[in-house]
Structures are given as structure tokens and as C-alpha cells.
């Protein structure tokens, strides 16, 4: 992931020093000011899923999958009463998600080598 789009993402994520999309929005008019924006709005997504499954009393499960050729893919499964919602995520988005309020106590990483 861009460093700036990286930055733009956790910025939009901090409460303590929120970026207004309305004061900024030169910043989000650009390529990588709309990829941080949709990042932004995947992560929330994620996140009050991931609390969801927590109050079902349910997990959300990390799975790391690294195949013969060394590509890695992490996919996250929330299993809900509402169904199941599978996403595929890069290493950053993974780090971004994990730093996010009561995420990282409501996933459960499994490490898997794949064939």
C-alpha cells in the first residue's frame, strides 16, 4: 500500500486527530485520496462486523495461506447468525484492521501452509 494512502486511512481512523473529508477535499479528489476513502470504508465495514460476530458470541477468523510459490493471501471469515462474509485482505489493510478498537481481541489468526 502507498505510505500516503496508508496515512490518509489512519488519519481518517483517528479520533484524536480527525480529517474532515469537507476541509480536505482536494486531498480526496485524487486517485490515491479515493483508493484511501474506500480503504477507509472497507475497514469500518469490517470492524462492526467483527464486533457483530463478537456480541453473537461468535469469531472472526484471520486465515494465512502461503502456497508452494511463496505468494501469501489472508483471508478474514465471519460466520453470523445473517450468514457468512468472507473477505480476502493485503498485509497492510491486515495491520490497519488490527489497530482498529476491539478488533484484535475479536480475531482469531490461523497460519496455514498451502499447497
Avoid: W, Y
Avoid at 9 to 36: C, I, K, M, W, Y
Avoid at 48 to 57: P, Q, T, V, W
Avoid at 90 to 100: C, F, I, N, Y
Amino acid at each position: 500500500m502507498d505510505p500516503f494512502v496508508r496515512r490518509l486511512v489512519e488519519r481518517l481512523h483517528d479520533p484524536s486527530q480527525p480529517l474532515s473529508r469537507n476541509r480536505h477535499f482536494h486531498t480526496f479528489d485524487t486517485p490515491e485520496g479515493r483508493l484511501a476513502l474506500k480503504v477507509f470504508r472497507r475497514l469500518r465495514s469490517l470492524q462492526k462486523d467483527i464486533l457483530a460476530c463478537r456480541a453473537e458470541g461468535r469469531r472472526a477468523r484471520i486465515f494465512r495461506r502461503v502456497n508452494a510459490k511463496g505468494d501469501h493471501r489472508i483471508e478474514l471469515t465471519m460466520e453470523r447468525v445473517s450468514g457468512k462474509r468472507t473477505s480476502v485482505l493485503q498485509t497492510a489493510e491486515l495491520e490497519l484492521l488490527s489497530a482498529l478498537p476491539g478488533v484484535r481481541d475479536a480475531l482469531e489468526i490461523l497460519d496455514e501452509a498451502a499447497a
